[in-house]
C-alpha cells in the first residue's frame, strides 16, 4: 500500500513541475511586447508630400549669364511655376516668398566659355536629399533663353512652360500646361492634366488621372512620335501633324480631330471610353476597328474589306480613299464613331 | 481376474499415456498374465478408437497440436519483437514506477531537460534576431499603435517593407533580450497571422484553364506587379486617386472577363483575343502607373 501512494506523490511533483515550466512559457509568448527604449524617427514614404517648410519664406531673384542652347535642371517642391522664353543669353529665377536658392553652373561650353548646363536649387541647410534641393515659395518665374532645354522635376507645382526648346517634366501632382515648344515634351503628371498647343517634336504626354490635350502639334523631323496616354481622363488631340500617334486611356474617351496622313500609323485605344474620330471625307486610310461590346457607326461611307459576323468582339476592316495611313482602333466596351469634317484633306 | 486387476480409470489413463512409468510397467506385466483385464484394455481401446474417430475433426480443430502452439508462440515472439517503440517504452516506464526511487530520478531529470531546453529555445532566438539584420531591418520593424511593433513577412518568412504610414523605427541593436524576446514574439504571431499570397486570384483562375497563346506572360506579369503593387497602393495614392484606380481596375478586370468567356466560347474570334490582350495591356499599364508614382515620390523624397 505504500509503494502506490509514494509513486502518486512522485507524479503530482512532476505533473506541477511541468505545469508551471508550461505556464511561464505559455507567459512569455503572449505576453504583449514591450515598446523599445530606443527610437529615431525617420521620414515614412506616403501619398502626400512632407509638409513644405518655409523656413526662408523670402522673395528673392537671380541671373546668370549663359549659353544659348543651356539646359537647365531644377527641381520645384511646392508653387507655380512659370517658364518663359526670351531673346537674351541669360537665365533669371525669381522666387516669391519662398526658399532661398542658387544657381550653379555644372558645365561650360567649350566654343563660347558660357555656361551650358546649369542647376538651380536650394541650398539646404538640414540633411541633403532630393527633396530639399527643390525649390519653393508662393510663385516662381524663370526666364530663359528660347533655346534652352528643362529638365524639371516636382511635387505639386502648376506648371506653365511657354517659348523654349525643349522640356521634360515629371510631377506628382499639378497641371501642366506647356506652349511653343519646338524641340520635344516629355511631360508626366500623376494627378493633373496635360495640355500642349503649338508645339513640335516627338512628344510624350502622360496623366494617371488628368485629361490629355495636344492642339496644333508637329513632328520636329520624319519618325516623330506622339504619344498620349491616361487611365482615367480623356484624350483630345487636335490638328495634329505626326505621323505616329499612339493614343490610349482606359476609362476616358478620345478624340481624334485633324487629317490622316499618307504612309501615318496611328493607334487609338480605350478600354470603356468612346472613340471619336473626325477626319475629312476626302481622307485616305485602311481602317481596323476592333470593338468588343461597344459599337462602330461611320458618316463617311466606307469600302469594307473584311468584317468577321460574330454577336460580340467584331473586326472591321475598310478604306477611305487609297488607303494609305494605317489607322488601328480597338475599345473592349466603348463605341467608335467617325464624323466627317469639312476641312480639306 | 484377481485382486491384483487394475481399475478401469487406471486402465483409460495407461491408454491416454497418463499413467507413471511404474504404474505403466506393473499394469504391462499383469495384462499379459490376466486374460480379464487384457479384455478390459481391448474393450477400452475398441471405445476409444470409435470415439476418436468419430470425433476426430471436433478433436483435430478444438485441441491445439504441439506444432499449433509452437506456431502460437512464435507469432508471439515475433509481434514481441516488432512491437512499437512506444509501447516498450510504456512497459518500461510501468515498470519503472512500480519502483519509487526510479520514479523520483525520472522526474528529476524530465524537470531538468525541459528546464534546459527551454533556456536553449529562447538564447537561440535572441541568437537569430541580433546576428541576422537581414531578416529583421529597422525599417522592418516599424512600432505603431502606441507600441505594437509591426514587421511584415511573407509565408516564407522573409521580409517585407513595413507599412509605410509608420513614423518610427527600431534599432535592433539598442534592444535589450527581453524586448528582443517579445519582438520575437510578436513577430510569430503576425507572421501566423498575416499570409501574403504570392499568387494572386486571377492567375490562379486563369492557371485553372488552359492559356490561350501568349496569354500566359501577361498574366504572369500581371500577377508579379499586382503583388508588388499590393503593399504599396495604400501608402502611394491619395484618396482620390485609389477611387480612380479602383475604378479602371474594375473596368478592365470585367473587360478581360467578358472576352475570355468570349474567346472560350469561340476560339477562332481573333477580335476577342485582341481585345482580351489589349485589356491585359491596359491593366499592366494601370499598375505600372502606380509604380511610376512611387518611384517618382522617392526620387523626390
Redesign the interface.
Known sequence: MF?PS??LI??L??LC??GG?AA??VG???????????????????????PFVREDGVTSERSMSVDPNVAVKL?V?EGTLKINGWNRDEVRVFVKNGRKFGMKALEKSADTGKVNWLWVAHSPVGPP???SE?LAGDSIEIDAPIGTSFDL???AARTTVDSIKKIKV???EGVIMLRNITGGINA?T??GDVMVENSGGAIALES??GNIVAIEVSPGQIGDLLRA?T??GAITLQKVEHRQIEA?S??GSLLFDGKFLNGGIYNF?T??GSIRLAIPAASSCTFKA????GSFNSEIPLKILTE?D?P????VVATLGDGGAAVSV????GSIAIRKTDAKP | MNGKCFEIGTIQAFLDGETTPEVSLRLTQHVSACDGCARLIASAEEENSFVFSTLERELDTLVPTQRLWSRINDSIAEEKSSAPFWQKVALYARLALANPSITAAAVVVLALGMFAAFVSLNDRVETTIVSSPQSIRPNDAAPVDGGTVEIATTADGSALPSRTDSKQSVTISSLSRKEIRDLAASVNARSSQREIKPVTADYRVAAVDSYLPGEESYVKTISDLKQNVDTQKDTVMTPSNRVSYERDMAVVNDSIKRMRDVVKTNPRNQAARQVLYSSYQDKIDLLNSVAQREELIASLR
Open positions: 509503494v509514494k509513486n512522485c507524479l511533483l512532476f513541475l511541468a515550466l511561464d512559457a512569455q509568448e503572449k505576453a504583449p511586447p514591450k515598446a523599445p527604449k530606443s527610437r529615431e524617427i525617420v521620414p515614412g514614404p506616403g501619398a502626400e508630400p512632407p527641381c517642391s536629399g532630393p527633396a527643390c522635376s516636382g511635387r515629371k510631377i506628382v508626366y500623376s494627378q494617371t488621372t496616354k487611365n482615367s490610349s482606359i476609362s485605344r478600354s470603356n476592333t470593338y468588343g461590346f468577321n460574330s460580340r468582339a467584331r473586326t480597338t475599345t473592349s466596351s
